[in-house]
């Protein structure tokens, strides 16, 4: 493949902008859904940890 293959290709016959801008939009809400789900379970876990009844169960042990 060379330049001009790639250039063309890249272009994707003039709709180049609408391709490449839709496929990074769909990038950028796969990471930033995968972002606020980390976020999500972070604090899940910090609630779940932070509740009484694991608290008497650790002394408990």
């Known amino acids: 493949m060379n330049g001009t ?3 063309d290709f890249l272009a994707m016959g003039g709709y180049g902008l609408y391709v490449w801008g839709s496929l ?5 809400v796969v990471v930033a859904e995968l972002l606020m789900l980390r976020l999500r379970r972070r604090l899940l876990v910090q609630e779940a940890g ?4 694991a608290a008497s169960a650790e002394r408990a042990a």
């Open 5 to 7: 293959e790639l250039r």
């Open 24 to 28: 990074g939009m769909c990038a950028a």
């Open 50 to 53: 932070d509740t009484p009844d």
